[in-house]
């Protein structure tokens, strides 16, 4: 009769939960059990927090690369200024023309005329390195990451009479709004004698943080037409920044943005300025998701030296149960059963552990900071501010699925030996 019951039945889940509880004085393996489900719980939990944070840091990078930078920058290749003169530049004198075909492509929100620089910043007795970008107050208040930047501190309403700077430097020149930043530019004004340079002081009106450390500490935003003029570029731009609906699929665009761009149009994606980082990311989550799934492995091997603990100690059982009628398959399915529980158990575990972290990053790492002493992430190296998380469905559903498949694998092999044990050699010495 037991052997025409089907395959997992009620009894057979009440015999493997009765041997996962039994003590260690009634042949059960307790402490193996505990064993494998912490280091189930701990590999899981420790697999989902590491795919959370590096999928936030991603996510976080690129909103900031996004946030205050060109999703395309066009420019321009080298033309000879006068025919037969030797001398090349990569000005761009129809900006508006060539700016507004671009922004006539479906797809493209913006098209902003650019002067970049070099400066070198100084205010009272400090000084620090800037990079200046002239650009239009209508432009400038569509770029995120500066112009809605949550730390902001002055208005943009003033932006034509003076600069907008990073909080970094500000920060570090000790400056704030209203006070006048010198700039010095070696690209001066011309004289019989040479190029001197310009020296000139202009007022903060805003300050902002684009979340960037490496933004904040350098970027200098100026009237467009005052950079034309401070960097001897009357009449002319050094480049065209495009923002596009989709930054993720950007070379979607590279066709008709050569088109409208006209001869000698060039591109530079964000992507190819930050795409070897990226590229460096996922590889580096692809190694980290292997060592982790050895992890996994290793607590799962947990199970299987438990359940060949267990069945040498439940042999005595396993050839009552066979003379009573319980075939080979229902003993394989009690036993692993067993292992499954453990596996199950430790899952969920792991799932609710690693799923609580990642979701309190931010208050965990302020409690490093508070034992350390210290800022325990540096944005100076991570380029960021903060570490943060992101859980992604698909990351969850891997990290559960590898360890229930790890768990399941590995309880096989004691469950096959349990189920192929002979009831007469098991009932010998009893």
Not at 84 to 112: E, F, H, L, N, W
Not at 260 to 287: C, Y
Request: aromatic fraction near 8%.
């Amino acid at each position: 009769m037991a052997g025409q019951s089907r395959p997992f039945s009620a009894f057979e889940f009440m015999i493997a939960w009765r041997y996962l509880r039994a003590r260690r004085a009634e042949g059960g393996v307790s402490v193996m059990t505990w064993i494998s489900l912490i280091g189930i719980t701990l590999g899981v939990a420790a697999l989902i927090i590491t795919l959370a944070v590096r999928a936030g840091f991603r996510a976080e990078f690129v909103d900031t690369i996004l946030g205050a930078n060109p999703h395309v920058t066009v420019y321009s290749a080298p033309t000879e200024v006068v025919e037969g003169s030797g001398v090349y530049s990569r000005i761009i004198r129809d900006y508006d023309a060539r700016a507004k075909r671009i922004a006539a492509i479906p797809g493209v929100t913006d098209a902003a005329p650019l002067v970049k620089g070099q400066v070198m910043a100084t205010f009272n007795d400090r000084n620090n390195v800037g990079e200046v970008f002239g650009i239009r107050k209508a432009d400038l208040e569509k770029i995120p990451g500066v112009a809605h930047s949550d730390q902001a501190i002055g208005s943009l309403d003033n932006f034509d009479q003076g600069i907008a700077i990073g909080s970094g430097m500000a920060r570090d020149l000790g400056i704030g709004l209203g006070d006048k930043l010198r700039l010095l530019s070696p690209e001066g004004a011309k004289t019989a004698f040479g190029t001197s340079p310009r020296v000139s002081a202009y007022t903060v009106t805003y300050i902002f943080s684009a979340g960037r450390y490496d933004i904040d500490q350098t970027r200098i935003y100026m009237p467009f037409t005052e950079a034309q003029s401070y960097f001897n570029r009357e009449g002319g731009a050094d480049e065209i920044d495009v923002s596009v609906t989709d930054p993720e699929n950007v070379d979607n665009w590279t066709p008709q943005l050569m088109e409208a761009g006209g001869e000698g149009t060039m591109l530079w994606t964000w992507r190819d300025s930050s795409g070897s980082f990226l590229k460096a990311l996922t590889m580096e989550d692809n190694v980290m998701f292997i060592i982790l799934s050895v992890l996994v492995l290793i607590a799962s091997m947990n199970i299987t030296s438990g359940l060949i603990m267990l069945v040498k100690n439940k042999g005595r059982d396993i050839g009552i149960l066979r003379t009573m009628g319980l075939t080979e398959g229902s003993i394989l399915r009690v036993f692993f059963l067993c292992g499954a529980f453990t596996g199950v158990i430790g899952t969920l575990a792991g799932l609710v552990v690693g799923v609580v972290f990642s979701l309190n990053i931010q208050h965990i790492m302020d409690g490093l900071n508070a034992l350390n002493g210290g800022d325990v992430w540096d944005a100076s190296v991570r380029g960021i501010y903060e570490l943060p998380a992101k859980l992604q469905v698909m990351d969850v559903v891997k990290s559960v699925g590898l360890s229930l498949g790890l768990s399941f694998v590995v309880t096989i092999f004691p469950a096959r030996r349990a189920a192929r044990l002979n009831p007469v050699e098991a009932l010998r010495y009893e």
